[in-house]
């Protein structure tokens, strides 16, 4: 699975960093700062991780999955979503 999107610039690795909130972080930044999105930043952020995750899907070690989907919860956080 490729790390690179028309809409975003991703930081270099950013899905396979262990921390879920500097994976969050990362995907927020590059989603706040894109000017090619054509969605809002957190609709854009949170596509990017769930892409990357179906992608990636029976691949995925149980531990790498886990990170991403708490990545997902850190995202709301950051975004301050429900």
């Given at each position: 699975m490729t790390e690179r999107s028309n809409a975003l610039d991703l930081e270099a690795n950013v899905f396979t960093l262990d921390d879920p909130a500097a994976i969050?972080?990362?995907l927020k930044r590059s989603a706040e700062a894109s000017d090619r999105?054509?969605?809002p930043p957190f609709r854009s952020a949170m596509s990017m991780l769930v892409f990357y995750i179906n992608r990636a899907g029976r691949g995925l070690s149980e531990k790498r999955r886990r990170v991403l989907e708490r990545a997902k919860d850190e995202l709301r956080r950051a975004f301050e979503r429900s």
């Open positions: 969050a972080r990362s999105r054509k969605a």
